[in-house]
């Protein structure tokens, strides 16, 4: 069974930094896109960035110049470094994946979530 595994997240002051770490375990043939999406109470889940094969990236406007993701192709790992954190941010994150597993078959799975606590 293919999973998701998360981990990374925590309490931080504002003004500090985060990494958040997925990574893909189980059998996979191709892994197509992997990306991070967050949720704060009361709020819809969105997107806060995704990588389609290592090298498109997009970021939500809220996150631009301050997170960046990158992927480790040999790893089937991807991470978020989140810096300048705001109170805004609070919320969980979750990894997804969009992947093909080694039986050919196209899943979108997500992680169980890791929670990011910005307070002074």
């Known amino acids: 069974q293919v999973q998701l595994v998360e981990s990374g997240g925590g309490l931080v002051q504002p003004g500090g930094s985060l990494r958040l770490s997925c990574a893909v375990s189980?059998?996979?043939?191709?892994?197509?896109?992997m990306g991070w999406y967050r949720q704060a109470p009361g709020n819809q889940r969105e997107l806060v960035a995704n990588?389609?094969?290592?090298?498109?990236?997009t970021y939500a406007d809220s996150v631009k110049g301050r997170f960046t993701i990158t992927r480790d192709n040999a790893k089937n790992t991807v991470y978020l470094q989140l810096n300048s954190l705001k109170p805004e941010d609070t919320a969980v994150y979750y990894c997804n994946a969009r992947l093909q597993t080694s039986s050919m078959r196209w899943n979108d799975i997500w992680g169980q979530g890791t929670q990011v606590t910005v307070s002074s």
């Open positions: 990588t389609i094969s290592g090298s498109s990236t």
């Open positions: 189980g059998s996979i043939f191709r892994i197509y896109r």
